[in-house]
T-cell receptor, first 115, second 114 residues
Framework: AQSVTQLGSHVSVSEGALVLLRCNYSSSVPPYLFWYVQYPNQGLQLLLKYTSAATLVKGINGFEAEFKKSETSFHLTKPSAHMSDAAEYFCAVSDREQAGTALIFGKGTTLSVSS | KAGVTQTPRYLIKTRGQQVTLSCSPISGHRSVSWYQQTPGQGLQFLFEYFSETQRNKGNFPGRFSGRQFSNSRSEMNVSTLELGDSALYLC?????????????FGPGTRLLVL
């Protein structure tokens, strides 16, 4: 069964520092890959997704992610963190070999940004 | 364009009761998925409905059920509530035409079971 691993349940950075949130998937067939962000008491908002076009995907709010098949990874980065980036981030996959659009989520990474 | 709406936003029930949650998708979206979010288990897929038919189902007991209406609105029902059912229930909608589509999430219904 497909699974997603997010290394680090909590990441702390200073404002202006690089943000790196890690995500690895398990399947041998590259799935569709997504990064979502959740602010307190809100639903999930899509940051970006990989469906099989360019391996470097640019998203909203300055985030980007690189799909690396050899490493089965889809890490999320942002060059310079802002205070407003503090939130919980979820990596998710959708299995290409399964009907429907069900998402399998990682456990999430809470990003803290200090001034 | 209005986003995904969920009602109610907050709900308190007692063990043994049942509950129905509602989700209205974005206009034109025919797929509605439901997810349960808890601190311990994280985000877990419950089921997906497309054109009034359940297209996919996660690994949850039969107490969890859903349905979709002809206008794509969906309801989720949990019978015989248990303390462990306390969670944020999120609904997401998409066009439903192809895999890899973006799912748009609602704000969720927070259920507390006492």
């Amino acid at each position: 069964a497909q699974s997603v691993t997010q290394l680090g349940s909590h990441v702390s950075v200073s404002e202006g520092a690089l943000v790196l949130l890690r995500c690895n998937y398990s399947s041998s067939v590259p799935p569709y890959l997504f990064w979502y962000v959740q602010y307190p008491n809100q639903g999930l908002q899509l940051l970006l997704k990989y469906t099989s076009a360019a391996t470097l995907v640019k998203g909203i709010n300055g985030f980007e992610a690189e799909f690396k098949k050899s490493e089965t990874s889809f890490h999320l980065t942002k060059p310079s963190a802002h205070m407003s980036d503090a939130a919980e981030y979820f990596c998710a996959v959708s299995d290409r070999e399964q009907a429907g659009t069900a998402l399998i989520f990682g456990k999430g990474t809470t990003l803290s940004v200090s001034s | 364009k209005a986003g995904v709406t969920q009602t109610p936003r907050y709900l308190i029930k007692t063990r043994g009761q049942q509950v129905t949650l509602s989700c209205s998708p974005i206009s034109g979206h025919r797929s509605v998925s439901w997810y349960q979010q808890t601190p311990g288990q994280g985000l877990q897929f419950l089921f997906e409905y497309f054109s009034e038919t359940q297209r996919n189902k996660g690994n949850f007991p039969g107490r969890f059920s859903g349905r979709q209406f002809s206008n794509s609105r969906s309801e989720m029902n949990v019978s015989t509530l248990e303390l462990g059912d306390s969670a944020l229930y999120l609904c997401a909608s998409s066009l439903g035409r192809a895999q890899g589509e973006t799912q748009y999430f609602g704000p969720g219904t927070r259920l507390l079971v006492l």
